[in-house]
């Protein structure tokens, strides 16, 4: 079965929160879909959307797993941003949360020998 994957984060403004995207995910989007909204490709038909769409911003809690997530927060922070809180969960899982200006929640966690 063929799978694409699209997850969408809600801002306010496209044009001041595609800066902070860049940072956060350490590259230009895959591409512009509209003058309001930019994909990122995170990993094979795995997609990162965020739209300009003011009524539903700030909803958003995303978790992408990956495999050395301590390397990952280290590469964030160069770029200048730093997780809101750390979380914790049985069987060695953890996650680092970032929140963007309109209170979208980005985590990356990592889920040990059990994922």
Known sequence: M???LFAGVYVHDYESAKPWYVRLLGAEPSF???DTEAVWELAKHRW???E???EH???CVQTV???DL???VA???ERGIEPIRWETYPGDVRKAVFGDADGNEIGFGYGGDNL
Do not use: M, Y
Request: no cysteine; net charge negative; proline share 0%.
């Open 52 to 54: 300009q769409n003011a």
């Open 75 to 77: 590469e964030i922070a």
């Open 32 to 34: 512009i879909a509209s």
């Open 57 to 59: 911003a700030g909803h």
């Open 2 to 4: 063929f799978l694409d």
């Open 70 to 72: 301590d390397a990952l």
């Open 65 to 67: 797993f990956v495999d």
């Open 48 to 50: 990162l959307v965020v």
